[in-house]
Each structure stands twice: as structure tokens, then as C-alpha cells.
């Protein structure tokens, strides 16, 4: 039997089948050791569903409970630990108003939601509204949780219609009982009506929100004259690769055209990740440069993650994006490593084009909802 070091052998790579052949102890043991990253950690508790072993459940709770501990580790335990009524008391605690670790809060209501708390489902339904993506998520699960368990008459009735995002809700329960809710939706209507181009493509975006439908969204956004925020020095390249990283889930600022070229522009081929930076590696190799095996930025900043691994050659620290084949260094990197990358079939991305501010695209960073650079996005790290 391989070791969960071998089955997880870095951030982001995992071997889900072979972690869920190991015993179900050995996980629940590596979860609760603190001193294991956490990037491992997580990949555990999800190879504990269905099995959590009894004996480890107070400990497993203990490291939900520690604010100290890992949110990425506490969600992920969250999620396991669904059906302990036990948590619920603590989740409830207005003390949890006080943890401001990442997500926390919205994991905290999803969870109340699916132990049947039926006083967070105003928190939830907002959660449920929310243009974020992982908000939504949280929301819609916890929502469904409660519905589940007690009917949707009865969660309805528990919200009313006094608020957008509750009666968005009652849409949403009206459509999934096979229901005619087109009384609800003018936004067809609006694109015609609406007075300024950013209102039209925000009213095409929330149409597509509603029916899904991408052929309906680009004969609406090939009607509007496919408008985008033009960015001066950003090619086609590095657009589409930030376009569909981080246009989909982008901040409230955001100009809503970012959003709907998300949804109508064709994305550019996945890269295999792996396959990059074994290409990398041997290029470096090739060039006599030595470089020390890849790791991810999460693994090097020992927390967080983002959309770059890092090779070092002697004193030099180099980036390859996920997103795509670009790479660049944190310094000055040499002649020799830019070749050598290059005939891989890298892009070095160099300081003037990694300084283009992508304007108007708004993405979470440290605290604040801003725009970024191309370096910034393309070598993004956040804890």
C-alpha cells in the first residue's frame, strides 16, 4: 500500500482512488495531526466520507473547532462531519460571528443548513444570492439541506418575500417544481428597453444565470456588437487565459463585460499541468541549470494556493503559470533559463507585459477587490 505522502505528492495532486483504499483509521489519524500540511489534510477528509471512524470523531471536531487550524482543513471537515447534531450548538454560538478566517462564515451557515437549523435560512438565502461563486454554493447546499428535512412550503413561508434574494428563492423553488415562472423574467424584455449598454449586458448575464443557456447568451452578446473592456497590450493570448480564470467568479466592482465574454468567448485548451513542468524540468535539465523539483505556491508559501508552481535554479526562482505557457522569474532570471523555457514551449512573460493592469476586472486579493496585473494573475498567490 502506498503512503498518503506518495498518493498526495504535492498541492493539487492527489490519487482520490488510492486514498480511499487506505484504512479509514490512518486517514483520521493524518487529519487530526496538525503538523501534517494541510494540502494533505484535506484530500484525507474527503477520502473519510462515508466512514469516519467513531472513535476519531471527537478529535476531528476539535479541529473544526480550533480557529488555529486551517480553514481549507475546517470546510473540508465541515462537509464530513454533516449529520453530528453535536455541532450544532457551537455552530449556532455567536462566537462564530468572531472567526473571520476565509469562508468560515459561509461554511458555518451551509453546515446549519444541513443539521436542519431552520433560523439560518435568511443568512443562507443571501448566501444563495450572492454573485460570488463559493457563497452561492454554500448557500444553495444549506438551503437544500433544509428543504430536504422540512419541505420547501416550510422554508418558504420561513423567508416570505419581503427581500430580493427571498423572493429570487421562491422563483428558484417554484421552477424546480416544474412550474411556469415566466411571470418572473422580464429580463428578455429589458435587453431591448434598457437605456446604456452596461445595463443590457448585466441584464444578458443574469439571463444567462437563469436558463443557462450559452447559444441564447452569445446571440444576445453578438447582438450587443460582443462589447469587452479593452485592455491596451493585452493580447488575445493572455486574455482568454484570464478571462475564463477569473472573470467567472470576479468581484461585485467588476464591469459587467468581463463577466458575460466569460460565458460567450470560447476558453482556451485546459493545460496539463503536470505535463508543464515536466517539460520545464527537462529543459532546465538539458541547459545544465539543475533545477530542484517543482513545487506548488501553496507548498512554498507553506498555506494558501494560487496558479504557479516554482523551480529553483542555483539562486533564481522560476513561475509557471497554471493558466497556461507562461512563465517568468521573481528576479532576473538568466539568458540560458528563458531558452531553455522558451524551446519547451514557454512564454516568458517579461516586466513590461507583466505590468499591464487588467482594468475594470475586479478579483479578491489580501483583503482587497481590485484590478491586477497580468503578473498578478497569471503567477497568483493568496493564503
Known amino acids: 500500500m502506498r503512503s498518503i505522502e506518495d498518493l498526495i505528492p504535492r498541492a493539487g495532486s492527489d490519487d482520490t482512488a488510492g486514498l ?20 494533505r489534510r484535506r484530500p484525507c477528509v474527503i477520502a473519510l466520507t462515508g466512514r469516519v471512524p467513531e472513535r476519531y470523531v471527537p478529535e476531528l ?30 455552530l449556532r454560538h455567536e462566537d462564530r460571528a468572531a472567526d473571520t478566517s476565509y469562508g ?25 444570492a450572492s454573485p460570488q461563486r463559493s457563497a452561492r454554493d454554500a448557500g444553495d447546499a444549506g438551503l437544500d439541506g433544509l428543504v430536504d428535512r422540512y419541505g ?25 417544481a416544474d412550474e411556469d415562472v415566466t411571470d418572473a423574467d422580464r429580463l428578455r424584455a429589458y435587453l431591448d428597453e434598457a437605456p446604456t449598454t452596461e445595463a443590457k449586458v448585466w441584464a444578458a448575464y443574469a439571463l444567462y444565470g ?29 486574455r482568454r487565459a484570464i478571462v475564463h480564470a477569473y ?14 465574454e466569460a460565458v460567450c468567448a470560447d476558453p482556451p485548451a485546459r493545460p496539463d499541468v503536470d505535463d508543464q513542468l515536466r517539460r520545464a524540468t527537462a529543459a532546465l535539465t538539458a541547459a545544465g541549470l539543475a533545477p530542484k523539483p517543482p513545487v506548488s505556491c501553496g507548498e512554498d508559501n507553506q498555506q494558501g494556493d494560487g496558479t504557479y508552481h516554482v523551480i529553483e535554479i542555483g539562486g533564481d526562482r522560476l513561475l509557471i503559470s497554471t493558466l497556461g505557457p507562461f512563465a517568468t522569474a521573481e528576479e532576473d532570471a538568466t539568458d540560458a ?9 514557454f512564454r516568458w512573460i517579461d516586466g513590461e507585459t507583466g505590468a499591464i493592469r487588467v482594468t475594470d476586472l ?10 491586477l496585473t497580468v503578473d498578478a494573475l497569471l503567477f497568483f498567490w493568496q493564503d
Open 152 to 176: 420547501a412550503d416550510a422554508i418558504l413561508a420561513e423567508l416570505g418575500e419581503g427581500r430580493p434574494e427571498d423572493r429570487e428563492f421562491h422563483v428558484w423553488m417554484r421552477y424546480r
Open 247 to 260: 472573470a467567472p467568479g470576479c468581484e461585485r466592482p467588476s464591469d459587467p463585460r468581463w463577466r458575460l
Open 104 to 128: 468560515m462564515g459561509e461554511a458555518f451557515l451551509k453546515a446549519r443548513g444541513l443539521l436542519g437549523d431552520r433560523t439560518a435560512a435568511r443568512g443562507l438565502a443571501t448566501l444563495a
Open 61 to 90: 471536531i476539535a479541529c473544526v473547532q480550533d480557529p488555529r487550524d486551517t480553514s481549507e482543513v475546517r470546510r473540508s471537515l465541515l462537509d464530513l462531519l454533516a449529520d453530528r447534531a453535536e455541532l450544532l450548538p457551537w
Open 210 to 238: 437563469l436558463t443557462e443557456d450559452r447559444a441564447e447568451a452569445q446571440a444576445v452578446y453578438d447582438r450587443l456588437g460582443r462589447p469587452r473592456v479593452e485592455v491596451e497590450g493585452l493580447d488575445e493570448e493572455l
Open 362 to 371: 475586479c478579483v479578491y486579493f489580501f483583503g482587497r477587490r481590485d484590478s
Open 20 to 39: 480511499r483504499e487506505v484504512d479509514a483509521e490512518e486517514l483520521a489519524r493524518y487529519v487530526v495531526d496538525r503538523g501534517h500540511p494541510w494540502w
Open 337 to 345: 533559463a528563458r531558452c531553455a523555457l522558451a524551446s519547451a514551449g
